[in-house]
C-alpha cells in the first residue's frame, strides 16, 4: 500500500487547510518538550510569525533517562491546543504508548510516533484507528524497507494519511549525533507515494548543522521540516544543543524562502 506500484500519484495530505506532500513545504516547528504555558506561547508566536505552519511540542518525552524530564502530559495537550487557538498553527506531538492514543488524538492534528517506537507494531496498529494523520519517524537503526513495512502497518488498518519521517540514523561517527540520511528521501520518493519530511535537529544534535541540513533536505526533494525551536535554547529542559533560537529560526525560514518560495 505504501509502494509507487499500488499508487502512482504523491499522496497529499489535509490537515485542517493545509496540504502536506503538495506544492509546498510545510516547517513544523516548536520547542522539544512543552515546559510552559509562557514557553510554548512564546515559541508558536515566533515560529508562527517566521512562516511555519505547524507547531511541534512533546507532552509524553520519550527520555533516554528515566530520571530526566517526561513531560507535561495532559496539561502539556492542553496547552498545545491553547496555542492552535491563538495562532492558528496545526499540532504535531507524540504518542508513546496504546494507553494514550485516544487522549492525544484529542488535541493533536497530527499523531507523532517517534524513533524508538517505530517498530511497535501494536502501537502503529492503534493509533492508524484513531483517525488522524500519523507522522512516522524513522527508526534510529531501521533500513528503508523496515521503516516503508511500519507505514504499512498503519495504511493495512485503513489509514492512508502517514508522513514519513527521516531524523537520523547511528552511524560509527559521533560527532553528531546522528547521521542524517538525506539519501532516504529521494529513495523514498522513488519508492512511494508518501510524503517525507526531514527533522535535521534531532539528526545533528548541534543547531549550528540545522540550517545547511535543512537547504539540503528541501533540494533533495523533502515535503517540509521538523525543527526545534526555543525561545532560550540554554535554558531547555531537552534538547537546548540542537534547538534553533529565535533569531536563527528567522534566518533558516528566510534562506528556505529564498529557495522553496515558503510565504
Ligand atoms: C521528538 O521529535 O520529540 C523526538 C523525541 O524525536 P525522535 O523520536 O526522532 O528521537
Ligand atoms: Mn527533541
Known amino acids: 500500500l ?27 516547528a516548536g520547542p522539544c518538550a512543552v ?15 517566521a512562516g511555519a505552519t505547524l507547531l511541534r511540542g512533546g507532552a509524553f518525552k520519550p527520555r533516554t533517562s528515566p530520571y530526566s524530564f517526561q513531560g507535561l502530559e495532559e496539561k502539556g ?11 492558528g498553527l496545526r499540532i504535531v506531538t507524540e504518542v508513546m504508548d496504546t494507553r ?6 484529542r488535541y493533536a492534528d497530527i499523531l507523532q510516533i517517534g524513533t524508538r ?21 524513522r527508526g534510529s537503526s531501521a533500513t528503508i524497507e523496515e521503516w516503508l513495512l511500519a507505514a504499512e502497518y498503519i495504511l493495512a488498518e485503513g489509514n492512508r494519511e502517514v508522513i514519513l519521517c527521516e531524523r537520523g540514523i547511528r552511524t560509527f561517527d559521533d ?19 508518501l510524503p517525507v519530511i526531514v527533522d535535521p535537529s534531532h539528526a545533528i544534535g548541534k543547531w549550528r548543522f540545522v540550517e545547511p ?16 525551536v526555543h525561545p532560550n535554547p540554554s535554558e531547555a529542559i531537552c534538547d537546548g544543543p540542537q534547538s534553533l533560537n529565535p533569531e536563527n529560526f528567522r534566518a533558516l525560514m528566510q534562506q528556505l524562502n529564498d529557495i522553496a518560495g515558503l510565504m
Open 117 to 137: 517506537n517505530m517498530s511497535n507494531f501494536i502501537l502503529l496498529r492503534e493509533i492508524a484507528w484513531a483517525g488522524k494523520p500519523v507522522l512516522l519517524k
Open 100 to 105: 494514550t492514543v485516544g487522549l492525544v488524538a
Open 175 to 193: 560527532y553528531t549525533r546522528n547521521t542524517l540520511d538525506l539519501t532516504a528521501v529521494p529513495v523514498i520518493k522513488y519508492l512511494s507515494h
Open 2 to 28: 505504501a509502494s509507487r506500484a499500488y499508487k502512482s500519484e504523491p499522496t497529499i495530505i489535509k490537515v485542517g487547510d493545509l496540504s502536506i506532500g503538495g506544492d509546498t513545504i510545510h516547517v513544523m
Open 77 to 87: 495537550l492542553e496547552m498545545l491546543a491553547e496555542a492552535r487557538e491563538r495562532t
Open 213 to 228: 541540513m535543512s537547504r539540503a533536505a528541501i533540494a533533495a526533494g523533502a515535503d517540509g521540516l521538523l525543527i526545534e
Open 35 to 49: 515546559e510552559s504555558w509562557e514557553q510554548l506561547l512564546q515559541t508558536a508566536q515566533i515560529v508562527k510569525e
